[in-house]
């Protein structure tokens, strides 16, 4: 029987060679529930900066002179800018017009912000409780918060690894998850999933 081992992210999605999708989601975060849409905003800027090694002096979703909240990072980054916007958030006219300002490609910009932002929905959501709960925060909290995140996985949080077969039935399992190894039976014809 072959064997086909795939190690996948929480959060993430991955193929095996005969079609089959494993997919890993977290079950439950420990920190949830429905931030504002100011703060799920700056959150996107906050974590694509951090992601792509900037590092945020200042967070906030107070408002000032002409914004409702804000992320300085103290450097232009273009797919930082874009982030929200490319995940469909509103208030992002700014952002865009910086970009645009500084003569990058746009769609690149969201691209990139969009694939960080999609790989690290936990940390967005952690982020952005944080800053409804403080208001202003700084680049040590903002990363204390990010770590939480990967250490809740890291320390055995439950995760649903899910399998969806070619022909499209699929198989929910929990697990307690770092990195997720699944093992797929190719040869089986009702192939199953381990997590170690
Ligand atoms: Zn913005």
């Known amino acids: 029987m072959n064997k086909e081992a795939l190690t996948v992210g929480v959060g993430s999605e991955a193929k095996f060679s005969n079609g089959s999708l494993l997919r890993v989601t977290i079950l439950k975060p420990k920190r949830h529930g429905v931030a504002s849409s100011t703060a799920i905003h700056e959150a996107m800027h906050a974590v694509v900066a951090k992601r792509r090694g900037l590092s945020v002096k200042t967070a906030t979703v107070r408002p000032g002179p002409g914004y409702l909240g804000m992320v300085d990072t103290g450097a232009y980054d273009a797919p930082t800018f874009m982030a929200p916007a490319a995940m469909g958030c509103d208030g992002g006219g700014h952002d865009e017009a910086v ?11 969201a691209s990139v912000g969009r694939s ?9 959501a952690a982020v952005a409780n944080l800053l409804d709960e403080k208001g202003t925060v700084g680049d040590g909290e903002i990363q ?15 995760v649903i690894v899910t399998i969806i077969h070619p022909n499209g039935r699929r198989e929910d399992r929990i697990e307690r998850a770092k990195a997720v190894v699944v093992i797929n039976e190719t040869e089986d014809d009702s192939p199953f999933a381990r997590a170690a």
């Open 144 to 158: 204390t918060r990010m770590n939480e995140v990967r250490d809740d996985v890291v320390l055995g949080e439950n």
């Open 116 to 124: 960080i932002v999609n790989e690290n929905p936990h940390e967005v």
């Open 99 to 109: 970009v645009e300002y500084f003569g990058d490609s746009k769609s690149a910009a």
